[in-house]
């Protein structure tokens, strides 16, 4: 577990004074819709208005210059302001160097003071994949925090243990120069009848309910509650409950922050309830694409040619690192298995997997041991692997009521090009079902998947390698 050691001295906090309510007990609104670039804000009138270079070397040998695309307005990575500019603390700004970041991104500048303002005011942020989010909600956490008291002071949670864990290590490495304690409400991390009193408590929502519930977490000091994932952490069909159940046991004047790339109309309406009187920064449908994502497809002739295409894929899987998804656990375990058979080194991941194997796996890829992971949906939110180069979407994905998805195809998509990288995704369709799900969510994102052949495989390499080069 990623923990760091308590200290008594602890310093430096943001003052969180109960918001002023409305008679009805909501937080009164004093927005302001401001358009900048691809993200229109609503922002609050005080915050503070509003400039390095880096460069990133991909894996596939090319240099990319972030640096430009931090300079361009209509990036999503595009910044006025420095970090410095941002009022955090300076040992969080230590914690930013440690991290090599240059810049923040348009998230980051956009949020970060709305997020930080006193009386702290609820928060919804959308951003494209791969932009930084994580960092936003972190360091607003971290900001919050009093670390002169031992209590449970914030709250994060997402949808997958390995996204928990990878957000903890972005808290432990943005913290390191903080006396903030860590700890999970992940399954198999906390031993029966323990209590959790560290200042940050990062979990999944079944975990973290159970551990409020069986009151190893107290919550009475709660003082920001982030809900990454969010529109799949609100849905009904979902995690909607169990978060709900979260939400109910932190104090009303607690501040709420939900994020995602994606918050579809059916999810939003509720996330406004949740999170009442936020700040929002949304995006429209025609800028959810990532630039650096080319995306393709593949007819293939049947399921097995499906299978026959993959495999002859495996060369340019390996050049970086993949991702496949498929729609079924049993169907990841067996083109795995088949994969493994045929002599291909493949790591598997699912949700029946055990906590360790779990975690042995997405470690060893993280570690880039194994270069190709074949996984269902599990994976498909916020996993930051930035050598994946390459997605592969075994089956289009589909919602539980088998609807073609184009927020889970966003997401499963959005494991690549991140942060200004190049990516490629590539689609399989076999049928006459599947090739009406990929038009389909083709349509609702408003951008072009592009053919590439599936019987000239030289042809496939020249035209997969191009992308990734250009
Ligand atoms: N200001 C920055 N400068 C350089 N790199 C950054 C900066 N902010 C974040 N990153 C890096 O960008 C990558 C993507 O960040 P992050 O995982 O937070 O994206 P995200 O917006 O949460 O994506 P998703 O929607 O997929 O969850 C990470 O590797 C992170 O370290």
């Known amino acids: 577990m990623a923990d760091l050691k308590p200290d008594a001295d602890g310093f430096f906090h943001a003052a969180s004074s109960a918001p002023t309510q409305n008679s009805d007990g909501s937080i ?32 596939f040998e090319v240099t990319v210059t972030l640096a430009d695309q931090q300079a361009d307005p209509n990036s999503p990575l595009y910044s006025v302001q420095t970090f410095e500019q941002l009022g955090l603390h300076e040992d969080l700004l230590k914690g930013i160097y440690a991290m090599k970041f240059q810049k923040p991104s348009k998230i980051q500048e956009r949020a970060l003071p709305l997020l930080l303002q006193n009386p702290p005011r609820n928060m919804i942020g959308q951003s494209q994949s791969g932009t930084g989010k994580t960092a936003a909600f972190v360091l607003a956490m971290l900001s919050r925090v009093d670390y002169t008291k031992e209590a449970v002071q914030a709250l994060c949670i997402a949808p997958s243990r390995e996204l928990a864990r990878q957000i903890m290590q972005v808290i432990t490495t943005m ?45 009475a000091h ?49 996330a406004n309830k949740f999170a009442p009187a936020a700040n929002e920064i949304r995006l429209k449908t025609e800028e959810l694409s990532v630039e650096g994502i080319k995306q393709f497809y593949m007819d293939c002739k049947n399921e097995v040619h499906k299978y026959e295409v993959l495999v002859e894929l495996y060369s340019l899987l390996t050049i970086g690192q993949s991702i496949i998804f498929c729609k079924k656990k049993e169907t990841a375990d067996v083109i795995a298995q088949r994969m493994i058979d045929q002599g291909h080194q493949v790591s598997l991941l699912h949700g029946s997997k055990d906590p360790v194997e779990r975690d042995r796996v997405i470690d060893e890829f993280r570690d880039g041991k194994s270069k190709v992971l074949i996984t269902t949906n599990v994976v498909a939110r916020g996993i930051d692997i930035p050598q994946v180069n390459m997605v592969v979407n075994y089956d289009m994905p589909l919602t539980v009521d088998n609807r073609p998805d184009p927020e889970t195809y966003l997401h499963r998509i959005g494991r690549t090009g991140r942060f200004g990288r190049r990516g ?28 590439v052949k599936t019987d000239d495989f030289d042809e496939m390499e020249k035209t997969l390698k191009q992308e990734l080069k250009a």
């Open 28 to 59: 009164p609104e004093t927005k302001t819709e401001v358009k900048t670039g691809d993200l229109t804000e609503s922002k609050n009138e005080d915050a503070p208005q509003s400039g390095a270079s880096a460069l990133l070397k991909s894996t």
């Open 424 to 451: 490629i995704s590539i689609n399989f369709v076999h049928d006459r079902r599947s090739w009406a799900e990929m038009q389909e969510i083709e349509q609702k994102l408003g951008k072009a998947i592009v053919r």
């Open 222 to 270: 709660v003082k920001i509650f982030v809900v990454d994932e969010a529109d799949n952490m609100l849905d009904q069909q979902g995690l909607g409950d169990q978060t709900l159940r979260v939400k109910n046991s932190v104090p009303r004047d607690c501040q709420i922050v939900l994020f995602s790339a994606t918050f579809p109309d059916y999810v939003r309406n509720f």
């Open 175 to 219: 913290a390191a120069y903080t006396k903030v304690t860590t700890g999970y409400a992940i399954k198999d991390a906390v031993a029966k009848g323990a209590s959790l009193k560290q200042h940050i408590i990062v979990g999944t929502p079944g975990t973290l309910t159970d551990l409020i519930r069986r009151r190893s977490i107290d919550t």
